[in-house]
Each structure stands twice: as C-alpha cells, then as structure tokens.
C-alpha cells in the first residue's frame, strides 16, 4: 500500500540461527531507514542510508548487519540475536534525508 | 536529554465526536512534526506534517496544531470514525541537528466506541 514491502512478515528464530530480513521500496526514495518497535517503547532508529551509503547507526548492537545493495533494497542480517531483540522491525524509505518517510508492514520478530 | 512524549497514553471517544491527541517535545529547535498513525499489523502510516514557520494545518478531517511557545503539537480528528481505532504517534526532525533523522514519541492509542 505505502510502496514499500517487507519480507518475511514473520520470523521466529533461535539464538543460534542466521537470517535476514529484506526491505524493498517501489517509489524513487534515495533514503531507507531500520526502525526496531518494541512494546511500551518509542520507535528506535538502527541505521540509516542515504544513496546506498550509510550515514547513520544508533549504537546498534554488532549481531545486526545491515546492507544497502541499492537505493531501492535494504537488508537487516541478523546473527546470535538474543531474546529481548524480539520486536517488529519496521523499513521506511523517504526521498531525501530530512522529507517524510515512508513505512513497511514490519517482519515480527521471535527470538527464542 | 531531547525527547517527544505523549500526555496521554490511551484515548477513548464516541464515534462522530471529535478526538484531540496531544504530544509534547522538548528540543525547540525542532523544526518539522508529523503525526503517525499505526493500525494494528501494520506499519505507521503518514497522516499530516507541519514546519515550524507554521501554527496550523489542515487535512481531510485532521488538523495539527503547533504551539512552539509551549512547545506543543496536537492532532485533531473531526467526526471520529472506527476506522479511526489506531496508535498515533507524533515525531520530530531537526534537520541540521539530527541528520533529519526522525525521533518519535510513544504513542497514544485511539479507540472508538460505536
């Protein structure tokens, strides 16, 4: 609906396993941004790329990786993640740094 | 530290009356604000935005009031319908200071009685 799309829209893992969450937007925008939404918590910015380069990481933990293949893919991998990493991770897209952004549906997040 | 918070974490309305969601912020060199909104399932979704050159703004049934002297925002939902039934969420940029990056607020959920 917002042009921007997350796959998968769920995922459960263990703290042992590999994955990736893929983020793709259908509108132009030269920006993307990871959010993490936890219950109870304001929405937390993770990264943030501006034509493909990284302009900004919130202090993120290193067992999430992001990757930015192109203006229009963002990727989130994920690696020995603990269980109070469980949350919605949501993708948004805006046209340059500074406009409105843009939000996927999010990939809930499970980590056993 | 700057921060955007909600006055009030829940909000419950008759349907057709018309809803005020407040938020406040604290970094007055914020200058753009939008109002989010989040059904359940589903991404936050864009419902109107306002710079700082400006005190009001309206949409299709939302206006958003910004009172910097306070510092201050608000989302006025005319006529509330159940579709209206969400989280809102305010967010505040500060484009030279932050990057443009956005810093949201808690929340505050929406519910409409029929």
């Known amino acids: 609906e917002t042009g921007v799309t997350q796959t998968p829209r769920h995922l459960v893992m263990g703290m042992t396993n590999k994955k990736s969450l893929k983020c793709e937007q259908h509108?132009?925008?030269?920006?993307m941004y990871w959010y993490k939404q936890s219950a109870k918590k304001p929405l937390e910015l993770m990264f943030v790329y501006n034509f493909k380069e990284q302009t900004e990481n919130n202090s993120v933990p290193s067992r999430f990786s992001p990757e930015c293949p192109n203006s229009s893919h963002l990727f989130l991998h994920l690696h020995t993640l603990q269980p109070e990493d469980s949350a919605l991770y949501l993708c948004?897209?805006?046209?340059?740094?500074?406009?409105?952004?843009?939000f996927g549906p999010g990939t809930r997040l499970t980590v056993l | 530290g700057e921060n955007v918070g909600l006055h009030l974490p829940t909000l419950s309305v008759q349907e057709g009356d018309n809803s005020i969601i407040n938020c406040a912020y604290s970094n007055s060199a914020s200058d753009y604000f939008i109002w989010y909104k989040q059904e359940s399932g589903k991404g936050p979704q864009f419902i109107i935005d306002i710079r700082s050159n400006m005190d009001k703004r309206q949409g299709q049934r939302v206006t958003v009031l910004l009172n910097k002297t306070v510092k201050h925002l608000s989302l006025q939902i005319a006529a509330t319908q159940p579709g209206d039934s969400a989280v809102y969420f305010c967010?505040?940029?500060?484009?030279?200071?932050?990057?443009?990056?956005?810093?949201f607020g808690k929340g505050t959920k929406l519910s409409v009685k029929p």
């Open positions: 948004a897209s805006s046209q340059d740094i500074g406009n409105e952004q843009f």
């Open positions: 967010a505040e940029m500060n484009y030279g200071g932050s990057q443009g990056n956005l810093i």
């Open positions: 509108l132009g925008h030269n920006a």
